[in-house]
């Protein structure tokens, strides 16, 4: 498989193309390195060069864990963080120009900056601006610096009618979830902003991210004493 090299090859593209050759029923599916049968339910290891993702069993996924390590491969945490009422201007929205007021953004490691993308109905779309209005929020919530690059993205989205105007949900997710979140809803996309299957999917998808997602931060002392 040549990957089509150029200023217009996006990752997520490289990364869609991959996953899409895969037959859809992942029953009977194998690890990408090794070949031992795997689940339905089964780890994901990046590759950096082609920011590909490959599907791995418990041994091969372990091999490649160690954060500091220079290898090729990246394995892709499990973890999920919530950041609530993460302080994000409806200005600070309009700058991003992200149409369905929902993007996940990374950090790419080997280009060396963050990058945003939204989902739509041709698949993820990277989010051409800069990313100016972002900087200034990670630096005013040095919390948010947890996020590891290449393999782990925070999923931001925009308030909805009658919340809170000047803040995101935001959850630290696992890279993959984002890509099986889009992925999801390219199938579902109908007319400009997604229609309603799309935003049903959407916030199914925010209930299992905050069911899983503990707070990234320790909670105010809400305890007096000790009891
Ligand atoms: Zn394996
Ligand atoms: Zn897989």
């Known amino acids: 498989m040549s990957a089509p090299t150029g200023p217009t090859r996006s990752p997520v593209a490289t990364l869609l193309r991959v996953n899409r050759n895969r037959p859809e029923p992942v029953t009977g599916e194998r690890c990408d390195m090794c070949a031992a049968p795997v689940g339905e339910e089964h780890q994901h290891v990046v590759n950096l060069e082609s920011r590909g993702l490959m599907c791995c069993c418990r041994a091969c ?4 864990t160690e954060d500091g390590a220079r290898l090729r491969y990246r394995a892709v945490p499990e973890r999920y ?3 609530d009422g993460l302080p994000l201007s409806a200005r600070t929205w309009d700058e991003f120009r992200i149409p369905v007021g929902l993007a996940f953004l990374f950090r790419n ?10 989902p739509g109905p041709a698949g993820a779309t990277e989010s051409e601006l800069p990313l100016d209005g972002w900087t200034t929020l990670v630096a005013a919530v040095p919390e948010l610096a947890v996020v590891r690059p290449d393999v782990e993205a925070l999923l931001v989205r925009r ?10 949900s935001c959850h630290l997710v696992p890279i993959d979830a984002c890509y099986e979140l889009v992925g999801r809803l390219r199938t579902l996309w109908r007319g400009f902003d997604g229609g309603q299957e799309a935003h ?3 916030d199914a998808f925010f209930e299992r991210v905050r069911a899983r997602s503990r707070p ?3 909670e105010p002392a809400a305890v007096e004493g000790s009891s």
Not at 111 to 117: C, D, I, L, S, Y
Not at 159 to 168: F, L, S
Request: glycine residues 10%; without cysteine; proline residues 9%.
């Open 61 to 64: 996924y372990l091999l490649f």
């Open 81 to 83: 963080l919530s950041f």
């Open 109 to 118: 490691s080997a280009q060396e900056r963050t990058v945003a993308f939204y």
């Open 159 to 168: 308030p909805g009618p009658g919340e809170d105007e000047g803040t995101a």
């Open 200 to 202: 049903a999917a959407i």
């Open 216 to 218: 990234a931060r320790p």
